[in-house]
């Protein structure tokens, strides 16, 4: 199901309309409004990401772009990229949403590293705690939004990680000397709109208890 996922191109048009490929420009998204699901930190583990970054900071004085508290997550799936996200399209992300059926879990990040991204780097927390069932529940948001028409948006190369920083310079990969622990209890669609210092918080979804 995954690889059929990652490789399916839709050719018709859906109910949504959403089915032309010009809807998620391969472009950089710099500039552009984003619709996306994450996991937020609870009170506790966004102290935590404080208090990595603050470190990093004080060791690296080139790291001076920090995530501000309100934008700290994990990415979940990328929904959309555009000029001007529909509303068409949120509605379509939150019907999705609504029949993905999960269980709680937690994420472990062990180690800081640096992604290359289009314009600088990214400095994040990553770490495997967890990866199969966050992976899991990227997948199961992918299978609904193809179940109602959208195109399925799956990386086979998955990886969890928070970004801390975005800088110029990189960090070498660091093994952090506690597992920073972030409990999944709920994920949240989010919309991301150029220049705003925050994202719109649109919905959350809890997931069930272990049974």
């Not at 399925?152 to 920073?180: G, I, M, N």
Request: aromatic share 8%; hydrophobic share 40%; net charge negative.
């Amino acid at each position: 199901m995954l690889r059929w996922l990652v490789m399916h191109e839709q050719n018709t048009q859906s109910s949504f309309d959403f089915a032309s490929r010009t809807m998620h420009p391969k472009s950089s998204r710099f500039g552009k409004e984003t619709l996306f699901f994450a996991i937020l930190p609870d009170p506790e583990a966004r102290q935590a990401c404080l208090e990595i970054q603050a470190r990093l900071q004080r060791e690296h004085d080139g790291l001076l772009s920090p995530m501000t508290p309100e934008r700290l997550h994990v990415s979940l799936y990328g929904v959309a990229s555009a000029e001007k996200i529909r509303d068409e399209m949120i509605f379509a992300a939150c019907q999705a949403a609504s029949a993905v059926d999960a269980c709680r879990f937690d994420l472990s990040f062990d180690h800081v590293a640096s992604f290359r991204t289009a314009s600088r780097n990214a400095v994040v927390l990553s770490g495997n705690g967890g990866r199969e069932l966050l992976r899991q529940l990227h997948i199961q948001i992918g299978i609904e939004m193809h179940a109602i028409g959208c195109d399925p948006h799956v990386k086979a190369d998955f990886q969890p990680h928070a970004t801390l920083f975005y800088a110029d310079e990189t960090v070498a990969k660091t093994t952090l000397a506690t597992p920073f622990v972030m409990p999944v209890r709920e994920f949240v669609l989010l919309h991301k709109r150029p220049g705003e210092p925050t994202y719109e918080h649109v919905e959350s979804w809890p997931l069930s208890e272990r049974g």
